[in-house]
Protein backbone atom coordinates (compact mmCIF):
# COMPACT_ATOMS: atom_id res chain seq x y z
CA UNK A 1 0.00 0.00 0.00
CA UNK A 2 1.68 3.33 -1.11
CA UNK A 3 1.18 6.45 0.81
CA UNK A 4 0.67 8.11 -2.68
CA UNK A 5 -1.76 7.31 -4.86
CA UNK A 6 -1.65 7.35 -8.56
CA UNK A 7 -3.55 4.96 -11.52
CA UNK A 8 -1.97 2.07 -11.94
CA UNK A 9 -2.16 2.72 -15.99
CA UNK A 10 -2.20 4.90 -18.60
CA UNK A 11 -2.31 5.23 -22.40
CA UNK A 12 -2.12 7.26 -25.46
CA UNK A 13 -1.25 7.58 -28.83
CA UNK A 14 2.05 9.31 -30.23
CA UNK A 15 1.61 13.20 -30.48
CA UNK A 16 -1.12 12.90 -27.94
CA UNK A 17 -0.93 14.68 -24.34
CA UNK A 18 -1.34 12.57 -21.39
CA UNK A 19 -1.60 13.43 -17.61
CA UNK A 20 -1.22 11.29 -14.81
CA UNK A 21 -2.57 12.37 -11.42
CA UNK A 22 -0.79 11.74 -7.94
CA UNK A 23 -2.77 12.20 -4.33
CA UNK A 24 -1.05 12.86 -1.21
CA UNK A 25 -1.98 14.40 2.25
CA UNK A 26 -1.08 17.08 4.39
CA UNK A 27 2.04 15.52 5.80
CA UNK A 28 4.12 14.71 2.04
CA UNK A 29 2.37 16.85 -0.90
CA UNK A 30 0.25 19.37 0.88
CA UNK A 31 3.59 20.73 2.85
CA UNK A 32 6.20 19.50 0.57
CA UNK A 33 7.01 19.36 -3.28
CA UNK A 34 6.11 16.94 -5.76
CA UNK A 35 9.28 14.93 -7.65
CA UNK A 36 8.16 12.74 -10.34
CA UNK A 37 10.71 9.30 -11.71
CA UNK A 38 10.83 7.83 -15.05
CA UNK A 39 11.82 4.61 -14.90
CA UNK A 40 12.18 2.84 -18.18
CA UNK A 41 12.05 -1.25 -19.10
CA UNK A 42 14.97 -3.32 -17.32
CA UNK A 43 16.64 0.76 -16.11
CA UNK A 44 16.88 2.61 -12.52
CA UNK A 45 14.58 5.30 -11.61
CA UNK A 46 15.55 8.52 -13.19
CA UNK A 47 14.36 11.84 -11.88
CA UNK A 48 12.22 13.54 -14.25
CA UNK A 49 10.51 16.77 -12.54
CA UNK A 50 11.68 18.22 -9.25
CA UNK A 51 10.16 20.76 -6.93
CA UNK A 52 6.75 20.00 -8.42
CA UNK A 53 7.82 21.57 -11.79
CA UNK A 54 11.43 21.72 -12.70
CA UNK A 55 13.21 20.15 -15.01
CA UNK A 56 16.42 18.30 -14.71
CA UNK A 57 18.71 18.95 -17.42
CA UNK A 58 18.28 17.12 -20.40
CA UNK A 59 14.72 16.38 -19.41
CA UNK A 60 12.59 17.84 -22.79
CA UNK A 61 10.37 20.21 -21.88
CA UNK A 62 7.39 18.37 -23.04
CA UNK A 63 7.46 17.07 -19.39
CA UNK A 64 5.79 18.88 -17.14
CA UNK A 65 4.55 18.86 -13.42
CA UNK A 66 1.99 20.41 -11.39
CA UNK A 67 0.97 21.05 -7.73
CA UNK A 68 -2.39 21.94 -6.36
CA UNK A 69 -2.99 21.74 -2.42
CA UNK A 70 -2.35 17.97 -1.55
CA UNK A 71 -2.36 16.94 -5.33
CA UNK A 72 -0.38 16.98 -8.13
CA UNK A 73 0.16 15.82 -11.81
CA UNK A 74 2.44 14.48 -14.71
CA UNK A 75 1.96 16.20 -18.25
CA UNK A 76 3.37 14.45 -20.69
CA UNK A 77 2.63 16.35 -24.33
CA UNK A 78 3.61 15.31 -27.77
CA UNK A 79 3.82 11.85 -26.84
CA UNK A 80 6.70 9.57 -28.10
CA UNK A 81 7.05 5.75 -28.43
CA UNK A 82 10.13 5.96 -26.08
CA UNK A 83 8.05 7.69 -23.27
CA UNK A 84 6.65 3.94 -22.44
CA UNK A 85 7.66 3.56 -19.08
CA UNK A 86 6.31 3.86 -15.54
CA UNK A 87 6.35 7.17 -13.74
CA UNK A 88 6.46 7.42 -10.46
CA UNK A 89 5.38 10.65 -7.87
CA UNK A 90 7.11 11.44 -4.75
CA UNK A 91 7.52 13.56 -1.87
CA UNK A 92 9.01 13.64 1.61
CA UNK A 93 6.76 13.13 4.35
CA UNK A 94 7.17 15.03 7.54
CA UNK A 95 5.49 12.25 9.79
CA UNK A 96 7.69 9.23 8.13
CA UNK A 97 11.11 11.65 7.37
CA UNK A 98 11.79 10.07 4.55
CA UNK A 99 10.34 10.45 0.51
CA UNK A 100 7.33 8.68 0.02
CA UNK A 101 6.59 7.04 -3.24
CA UNK A 102 3.41 6.41 -5.42
CA UNK A 103 2.82 3.11 -6.50
CA UNK A 104 4.03 3.85 -9.83
CA UNK A 105 1.65 4.38 -14.02
CA UNK A 106 2.39 2.30 -16.47
CA UNK A 107 2.33 4.32 -19.55
CA UNK A 108 1.55 2.43 -22.52
CA UNK A 109 2.02 4.40 -26.18
CA UNK A 110 -0.56 2.83 -28.46
CA UNK B 1 29.59 12.83 -14.73
CA UNK B 2 27.47 11.43 -10.96
CA UNK B 3 28.24 7.82 -10.71
CA UNK B 4 26.44 5.50 -8.02
CA UNK B 5 28.20 1.78 -7.83
CA UNK B 6 25.81 -0.87 -5.85
CA UNK B 7 27.64 -4.01 -4.83
CA UNK B 8 27.21 -6.68 -2.34
CA UNK B 9 23.88 -8.11 -3.04
CA UNK B 10 23.21 -11.77 -3.16
CA UNK B 11 21.19 -14.95 -1.98
CA UNK B 12 20.60 -15.51 1.40
CA UNK B 13 18.37 -17.40 3.63
CA UNK B 14 15.97 -15.67 5.86
CA UNK B 15 17.43 -14.32 9.49
CA UNK B 16 20.64 -14.14 7.60
CA UNK B 17 22.70 -10.68 6.70
CA UNK B 18 24.08 -8.77 4.19
CA UNK B 19 26.03 -5.81 3.63
CA UNK B 20 25.29 -3.65 1.05
CA UNK B 21 27.71 -0.60 -0.49
CA UNK B 22 27.74 2.37 -3.19
CA UNK B 23 30.83 3.68 -4.13
CA UNK B 24 30.49 7.39 -5.13
CA UNK B 25 32.17 9.43 -8.10
CA UNK B 26 31.77 12.54 -10.16
CA UNK B 27 31.15 14.52 -7.10
CA UNK B 28 31.84 15.89 -3.14
CA UNK B 29 30.43 12.97 -1.76
CA UNK B 30 30.46 14.80 1.65
CA UNK B 31 28.39 17.36 1.18
CA UNK B 32 25.48 15.12 -0.02
CA UNK B 33 22.97 13.25 1.83
CA UNK B 34 21.88 9.88 0.64
CA UNK B 35 19.54 7.07 0.31
CA UNK B 36 18.89 3.62 -0.13
CA UNK B 37 15.46 2.85 -1.86
CA UNK B 38 14.53 -0.77 -2.93
CA UNK B 39 12.04 -2.48 -5.44
CA UNK B 40 10.42 -5.12 -4.99
CA UNK B 41 10.38 -8.08 -8.47
CA UNK B 42 7.59 -6.40 -10.38
CA UNK B 43 6.68 -3.78 -7.46
CA UNK B 44 6.74 -0.40 -7.35
CA UNK B 45 9.26 1.82 -5.29
CA UNK B 46 9.83 2.27 -1.77
CA UNK B 47 12.02 4.55 0.47
CA UNK B 48 14.40 2.40 3.06
CA UNK B 49 16.60 5.04 4.60
CA UNK B 50 18.40 8.38 4.73
CA UNK B 51 21.85 9.96 5.73
CA UNK B 52 22.70 12.63 5.63
CA UNK B 53 26.32 14.08 4.37
CA UNK B 54 27.72 14.38 8.04
CA UNK B 55 25.67 11.51 9.48
CA UNK B 56 24.23 13.28 12.07
CA UNK B 57 20.95 12.44 10.94
CA UNK B 58 19.53 9.17 10.28
CA UNK B 59 15.82 7.35 9.30
CA UNK B 60 14.32 4.49 8.24
CA UNK B 61 11.34 3.13 7.24
CA UNK B 62 9.31 1.37 9.44
CA UNK B 63 9.59 -1.96 7.54
CA UNK B 64 13.37 -1.78 8.57
CA UNK B 65 13.97 0.20 11.73
CA UNK B 66 15.77 -2.19 14.44
CA UNK B 67 17.41 -4.37 11.36
CA UNK B 68 18.75 -2.40 8.76
CA UNK B 69 21.74 -0.01 9.36
CA UNK B 70 22.72 2.77 6.82
CA UNK B 71 26.60 4.48 7.17
CA UNK B 72 28.98 6.33 5.39
CA UNK B 73 32.59 6.56 4.89
CA UNK B 74 33.23 9.92 3.49
CA UNK B 75 37.06 9.35 2.82
CA UNK B 76 35.77 6.75 0.95
CA UNK B 77 33.25 7.81 -0.76
CA UNK B 78 30.94 4.99 0.17
CA UNK B 79 27.58 4.01 1.53
CA UNK B 80 26.58 0.86 3.28
CA UNK B 81 23.22 -0.57 4.19
CA UNK B 82 23.66 -3.62 6.91
CA UNK B 83 21.28 -6.07 6.58
CA UNK B 84 20.07 -7.97 9.02
CA UNK B 85 17.26 -10.45 10.23
CA UNK B 86 16.35 -10.78 6.86
CA UNK B 87 12.76 -11.76 6.00
CA UNK B 88 11.08 -12.82 2.37
CA UNK B 89 9.68 -9.49 1.81
CA UNK B 90 13.54 -7.98 1.74
CA UNK B 91 13.98 -9.34 -1.50
CA UNK B 92 14.69 -6.55 -3.93
CA UNK B 93 16.67 -4.51 -6.06
CA UNK B 94 18.26 -2.23 -3.54
CA UNK B 95 19.35 1.46 -5.08
CA UNK B 96 21.57 4.18 -3.80
CA UNK B 97 20.46 7.55 -4.74
CA UNK B 98 22.13 10.84 -4.10
CA UNK B 99 19.93 13.51 -1.90
CA UNK B 100 19.41 17.06 -3.38
CA UNK B 101 16.61 19.18 -1.42
CA UNK B 102 14.99 15.46 -0.38
CA UNK B 103 14.69 13.94 -3.65
CA UNK B 104 16.82 11.95 -5.46
CA UNK B 105 18.85 13.79 -7.96
CA UNK B 106 20.87 10.24 -8.93
CA UNK B 107 20.40 6.92 -8.88
CA UNK B 108 22.88 3.73 -9.11
CA UNK B 109 22.00 0.56 -11.69
CA UNK B 110 20.63 -1.52 -8.20
CA UNK B 111 21.89 -4.38 -6.34
CA UNK B 112 19.23 -7.72 -5.93
CA UNK B 113 18.83 -9.40 -2.91
CA UNK B 114 17.45 -12.55 -2.90
CA UNK B 115 16.13 -13.74 0.53
CA UNK B 116 15.25 -17.32 0.12
CA UNK B 117 15.73 -20.70 2.17
Known amino acids: QSVLTQPPSASGTPGQRVTISCSGS????????VNWYQQLPGTAPKLLIY???QRPSGVPDRFSGSKSGTSASLAISGLQSEDEADYYCAAWDDSLNGEVFGGGTKLTVL | EVQLVESGGGLVQPGGSLRLSCAASGFTFSSYSMNWVRQAPGKGLEWVSYISSSSSTIYYADSVKGRFTISRDNAKNSLYLQMNSLRDEDTAVYYCARDTFRYCSHWGQGTLVTVSS
Open chain 1, 26 to 33: SSNIGSNT
Open chain 1, 51 to 53: SNN
